[in-house]
């Protein structure tokens, strides 16, 4: 029996999470869910602790993990960092997937029928970057403060990222970066990204900076099929195809070490405390979520079905009230069940 652990976290993340655990029971797939629901906020203000060593294991053994959201009000910022940060970089998830796939055109907040359907992919290098935590304070809290954040890029990490874009691309590949005027980094990059085109001569290839890449993006999204770029930028630019695609609510991504296939998969709307409790969180990130879970572990056509059951509830209007409809979270997740 294969298992899979499941951080519901904090916020709304237990609500949504629970809809997608659900789902993937519907599906009888033999799965042995971990619950690691002691994980969350109230644990780390009564403990100090984020993520133990104990449950750090668990995750480790498992076969892939579904996390809710984590953050709270009530905790700093760095119990998400340990939480969130442990599990990708002592896991090595270098690879952030983020599919964007509009549902239906009420939808897409674009004025242009004909540059509506957006069905790109995402991939952010996720363990380098900015957002590597290298760098610091000098002269601190003074007027004289001088504040370092440095931005790493390395050969292994760049060359991993590009091999991963070009392997899921069916069609075209888009290198996004900032190479006029970020130079040192932006080279590698661009050596990079030409080593991979001349070994791919199958699929077209560009090159966008990143403020050109977010005006066309915009201008016509279904142009893109993969895009690729460092830590940073490809955090922005999936936030974006996300609106473009309906909104953070249906949004799903996975962070994935392309290595060993292990995957930690979560919504990205985060713990949305303003409506945490009320039982309108939108459930569907969490079940596409679910559904790169499953796909990731040999479990493609059920997959499919929850996209597809997904997609008709959409169409039907039986959603959360940030899609125009008028569900609770529990009959939105059942809407999307009743049609798989």
Known sequence: MTTITVIPGDGIGPEVTAQAVETLDALSLGLDIDVLDHVNADT????????????????????????GAVGDPRANTEYARQVLLRLRIEQDLYVNYRPAKLFHDRLSPLRREEHRAIDCVIIRENTEGLYSQAGGVLRAATEHETALDVDIN??????????????????????????????????????????????????????EYV????????????????????????????DLAAELAGGLGTS?????????????????????????????????????????????????????????????????GEVTPDLGGSLGTKDAGAAVRARL
Request: glycine share 8%; aromatic share 6%.
């Open 154 to 207: 390395t050969f292994h990490g760049v060359s991993r990222i590009l091999d991963y874009a070009f392997s899921i691309a069916t069609r075209s590949v888009c290198m996004v970066d900032k190479s006029n005027a970020v130079r040192h980094g932006g080279q590698l990059w661009q050596r990079c990204f030409q080593e991979h085109v001349s070994r791919n001569p199958q699929l077209e290839t560009t090159h």
């Open 252 to 316: 799903a991504s996975a962070n994935i070490n392309g290595s060993n296939g292990f995957g930690l998969f979560e919504p990205v709307h985060g713990t949305a405390p303003d409506i945490a409790g009320q039982g309108i969180a939108n459930p569907i990130g969490s079940i596409l979520s679910a559904a790169l879970l499953i796909e990731r572990l040999g479990h493609s056509a059920e997959a499919q079905a929850m996209r597809l059951a997904v997609q008709a509830s959409i169409e039907a």
């Open 44 to 67: 780390y203000l009564q403990t100090g602790t984020a993520l133990s060593d104990d449950d750090f294991a668990r995750v480790r053994a498992s076969a892939s993990t579904l996390l």
């Open 211 to 238: 403020d050109a890449a977010a005006m066309k993006l915009v201008a016509d999204p279904t142009r893109f099929d993969v895009i690729v770029a460092n830590n940073s930028y490809g955090d922005i630019l999936s």
